[in-house]
């Protein structure tokens, strides 16, 4: 389970590691952005598979929190 603040990134943190990452939003509305480019707006019930080799920030777009179920396979 993760938790992204309202209007704030996570941490201001870009995350990047080796496998696949499977986000599944629960409540709120979300941006990922991959790459440092083209962020992508997810609303509640989105779900969303990528190479997490690839640089990705999470931010909430709602004036409150963002939950999510995320899943992580690494090699």
Known sequence: MATI???RDDKSVEYRHGGE???YVMAGDLEL???GKNP????KEACIYFNSDIPHTLKSLLNEPTR??????TV
């Open 5 to 7: 603040e309202s209007h």
């Open 21 to 23: 990452e499977f986000i």
């Open 33 to 35: 952005t991959l790459g």
């Open 40 to 43: 992508r707006p997810q609303k």
């Open 68 to 73: 999510c179920l995320v899943m992580l396979y």
